[in-house]
């Protein structure tokens, strides 16, 4: 999608795929999913992983410039 999206993680550890790089993450730290990157989330601890994200989406929803496009057809 054309927004990128801000994560901030509160408790828990895990990882993200973010355009095919594995990034580790636990308490406190900060990381952010750029536009038109595929991305997953992980959850690898033992306990559960509470992230809080803030995207710009909505601007651009607003300005009607939001477009996305699924994984199994990822843009060339």
Known sequence: HVSC???H???GSG???VGGQK???EDK???TVP???FHEHVNSGARPAILF???DAPVM???DLYREESASNPAA
């Open 9 to 11: 993680v509160i408790e």
């Open 35 to 37: 536009t038109w990157t």
């Open 53 to 55: 994200s803030f995207t």
């Open 15 to 17: 990882y993200s795929m």
């Open 5 to 7: 999206t801000n994560y």
């Open 61 to 63: 929803k607003a300005l």
């Open 23 to 25: 990034l580790d993450w």
């Open 29 to 31: 730290d900060v990381f």
